[in-house]
């Protein structure tokens, strides 16, 4: 697994045989990556001290990642996983 931290922003990066990590107390808000057997990433987000899904379809690319975690609204419950 492998971490970035962007702005504040802690970017988990892990394949499907990982677990969840716990976020640092200091990022303020967390997102994990997750790339299955077909390619695609998966995007979850650290929500009220449990993961969730943050987006219900499939991403296909690094840069459709990035920009779902910069335009992500935390206004709107993410859906639980």
């Known amino acids: 697994m492998r971490r970035v931290t962007i702005m504040g922003q ?6 499907e045989n990982e677990a969840y990590p716990a976020p640092d107390r ?12 077909e390619g695609q990433y998966w995007l979850d987000v650290h ?9 219900l379809e499939p ?11 910069k335009d ?3 206004g709107e419950p993410p859906k639980k996983r």
């Open 10 to 15: 802690a970017i988990f990066f892990m394949n």
């Open 26 to 37: 200091d990022s303020s808000q967390s997102f994990a990556v997750w790339l299955d057997e």
């Open 72 to 74: 992500y609204d935390f």
């Open 59 to 69: 991403l296909s690319s690094f840069e459709e990642v990035f920009e779902a975690i």
């Open 47 to 55: 929500y009220q001290r449990e993961w969730r899904r943050a987006i």
